[in-house]
Nanobody
Framework: QVQLVESGGGLVQAGDSLRLSCAAS????????MGWFRQAPGKEREFVAV????????NYADFVKGRFTISRDNAANTVHLQMNSLNPEDTAVYYC??????????????WGPGTQVTVSS
């Protein structure tokens, strides 16, 4: 089992920055893929960014390219999401997820409880 805990959310103004963190515990996740997703009120959960902890490769949703950066700290079993130039449309609960390298079907194996990000105009 892997436990994920997000932190770093909060209330900011448009144009501000936030850095979210996701700490993994319970099992070494150095070979896992870690992703960030978000869900705004009344909307479906959507993909934000992902990083392969083994290779370091990353991928982003088009709407965050150039503004958000995902990074890894394998020694600390932690993944960060640096969010710059935030706008009210970024308001959502942000979730961290982990995918085992041995998972054969689409999706993620573990999810954190989420952290609220609210951007005021």
């Amino acid at each position: 089992q892997v436990q994920l805990v997000e932190s770093g959310g909060g209330l900011v103004q448009a144009g501000d920055s936030l850095r979210l963190s996701c700490a993994a515990s319970g099992r070494t996740v150095s070979l896992y893929t870690m992703g960030w997703f978000r869900q705004a009120p009344g909307k479906e959960r959507e993909f934000v960014a992902v990083v392969n902890l083994n290779t370091g490769s990353t991928n982003y949703a088009d709407f965050v390219k150039g503004r958000f950066t995902i990074s890894r700290d394998n020694a600390a079993n932690t993944v960060h999401l640096q969010m710059n130039s935030l706008n009210p449309e970024d308001t959502a609960v942000y979730y961290c997820a982990a995918r085992s390298p041995y998972r054969m079907r689409p999706g993620y194996d573990y999810w954190g409880p989420g952290t609220q990000v609210t951007v005021s105009s």
